[in-house]
């Protein structure tokens, strides 16, 4: 998937300054562990570390086109154009020459073709830079769906830029400090577009062009969600959502090494694994697929049901896998696997911030780690949740009918959001506010279809808020998890065209047989075992020991000592009302529950310590 940096300032001589780039790109070295390049120049340093996928000899970066012996554009490119073979041919017809198969060159000789609007004939999951030293401009473009990460920080003379963070705070120019605002975005759970929480930093928003010239930067975005009307009916429906998914996932299958997929027995990983394991057969690969599912140790049998949970993953899983003739691998867990300093230490420099989901963070990132032993490549089911409508949140009255973020609601009920209360850190940062004006923010961006009104209009903008926020934080998590394992995690549910077709889908078409992913099940339906079709979504899973919660309040105590950082944000004496509270009172919540905040309250202190951040409050 490789990771990518570089250096662009209008005034001085980058020339002498290549040691400064390369420390920067050697930041992200576990995104590509397979080689690494810098190309440099008076006005302008790209940096590359590569995971090699396709063409594994030819596709080597950063990339410059070669045309008339002229100083032509270079790229330095992350991620995957699934139609690069069709748009390779229609290239070659127009007259252009290849020297590699790989998808980079493609992307590059689209930019020579189509200039900065080349980005809208893309298709796949994407962060690249383009630097054209013939109008001496920096184009950074990201994916629709904002599946690859992209960071700016603009200086005095030009931009800084990185897949993550970390690439640009090597840079003496970057400074790591936080502000109220970006405190506020850590704790409030709404994943603002573009909001890097590192003050003067700035995300690339999905489906953007961000350009840098002399003048200044501009921004323009090349695809957004429309609101149009849906003329089929709900057969052709169920048929067109499965043959897009076919389509897909088939797409997502080529790579010059193994692939395979996560598997977690619920509904959205069993079909990618299913499609997948049919899409091989197809092109008679005789290997089968090698799913992946993680589970806890002893977790079957102190498993307790909630609003969130219904029941474990691992049955299921196993049913699927047999169902579809998959090599079944479980990563089994135990608190000592989650608690590890290595594995915390590791997820923390991956997200660059303090977690946000606590033990599942961890648990993904050794997951991974697994799947690396055996492959370079894996699709998953991130995204099918938000497009299909599988959250309770979205079968909650009271959730449908809050206003405000949805997925807000299991977080107060679990105790979350009254915990951060409890410590006093949201009325201190005044989250209430904060939280009211992004969701403003967000309902603003919706697109209305005409003539739509009531229950269809409501459940449009829910489904549009999971699609722009919540989505983009799984999507997040599940990017830096993966390539801290130097893996390339697919998504096939993020493929525009498939949301483009189901976002414009009614809301009684979506839920048709009052259940949530009515359409997803009925297009899986006799691909997968009716047992995964008929249960209830559950989310990735999370342990539920309470000893884990006992190591979570002894690291708490821990950090209360004079001069802590959390300490800055919040009193002793309010740490301590949470660990008053009997011990099982936040295991079956989870990262929904009060142990949450506990996470958060840890590695804050870990993350402000380590990253040497300087909080203003």
């Not at 940096?5 to 400064?20: K, N, P, Y």
Request: net charge negative; glycine share 8%.
């Amino acid at each position: 998937m490789c990771g990518l940096a570089g250096w662009v300032s209008f005034q001085r001589d980058l020339t002498a300054h290549s040691e400064i780039a390369s420390a920067m790109t050697c930041t992200l070295e576990c995104r590509g562990p397979d080689a690494g390049g810098l190309w440099t120049s008076p006005r302008a340093i790209l940096g590359h570390r590569r995971l090699a996928i396709i063409d594994l000899e030819g596709g080597r970066q950063p990339m410059a086109a070669v045309e008339n012996d002229a100083t032509q554009p270079v790229i330095t490119y992350t991620g995957e154009v699934y139609n690069f073979q069709e748009l390779r041919e229609e290239l070659r017809g127009l007259g252009h020459e290849f020297r590699t198969s790989s998808d980079t060159e493609v992307v590059l000789r689209s930019y020579l073709e189509w200039g900065a609007g080349f980005a809208e004939r893309l298709n796949g999951i994407y962060a690249f830079a383009i630097w054209d030293p013939r109008t001496e401009e920096l184009l950074l473009v990201r994916d629709r769906m904002g599946v690859k990460p992209l960071y700016y920080y603009p200086t005095a003379d030009g931009v800084l830029f990185g897949s993550e963070p970390k690439a640009i705070l090597a840079h003496q120019d970057a400074e790591a400090v936080v502000d109220p605002e970006g405190l506020k975005e850590i704790f409030s759970i709404v994943k603002t577009p573009g909001h890097a929480v590192f003050r003067g930093m700035h995300e690339v928003v999905p489906a953007t062009t961000v350009r840098f010239t002399r003048e200044g930067r501009s921004i323009t975005k090349y695809w957004e969600l429309k609101a149009a009307p849906h003329t089929d009916d709900l057969d052709t429906t169920i048929a067109n959502v499965r043959d897009l998914l076919e389509d897909i996932v088939e797409r997502q299958l080529v790579a010059d090494v193994t692939v395979g997929t996560l598997l977690s027995g619920g509904l959205d990983s069993s079909a990618v694994t299913a499609l997948a394991a049919k899409a091989l057969a197809k092109q008679g690969v005789e290997q089968p697929i090698r799913a992946f599912s993680v589970d806890f140790t002893g977790h079957d049998n102190r498993f307790e049901t909630n609003m969130q949970w219904a029941d474990p993953d691992t049955p299921f899983a196993v049913e699927v896998a047999k169902r579809v003739g998959a090599e079944h691998i479980i990563v089994e867990l135990d608190n000592e696997d989650i608690l590890d300093p290595e594995v915390r230490a590791t997820v923390l420099r991956a997200q660059d911030l303090p977690v946000s989901t606590g033990d599942m963070e961890f648990s993904l990132l050794i997951l991974c780690r697994a799947l690396k032993e055996r492959m370079t490549v894996a699709l998953s089911g991130e995204a099918a949740d938000e497009l299909f409508g599988g959250y309770t949140w979205f079968h909650d009255k009271e959730a449908v009918e809050l206003d405000n973020f949805p997925w807000h609601h299991p977080f107060e009920k679990l105790g979350g959001i009254g915990a951060l209360r409890d410590v006093g850190l949201w009325d201190r940062l005044g989250l209430t506010e904060y939280v009211k004006d992004r969701y403003t923010q967000a309902l603003e961006e919706v697109p209305r279809l005409e003539g739509e009104t009531g229950f269809e209009e409501r459940m449009r903008e829910r489904t549009y808020l999971n699609l722009t926020r919540w989505e983009n934080f799984l999507l997040d998590r599940k990017d830096r998890m993966s390539m801290a394992a130097s893996l390339e995690v697919r998504v096939p549910f993020t493929d525009h065209r498939l949301v483009e077709y189901v976002y414009n889908t009614p809301w009684a078409m979506k839920s048709f047989d009052g259940r949530e992913k009515s359409l997803l099940r009925a297009a899986m339906r006799g691909v997968l075992p009716d047992s995964v079709l008929d249960r209830k979504k559950n989310p990735y899973p999370s342990t539920q020991d309470r000893k884990y919660e006992i190591a979570l309040r002894e690291k708490v105590e821990d950090i209360l000592v004079e001069g802590a950082p959390v300490l800055r944000l919040v009193s002793e004496a309010d740490i301590r009302k949470l660990l008053d509270r009997p011990v099982g009172s936040y295991a079956v919540g989870g990262p929904w529950s009060a142990r949450a905040v506990l996470e958060r309250l840890i590695e804050f202190n870990t993350w402000v310590t380590e990253y040497d951040v300087r909080v203003e409050l």
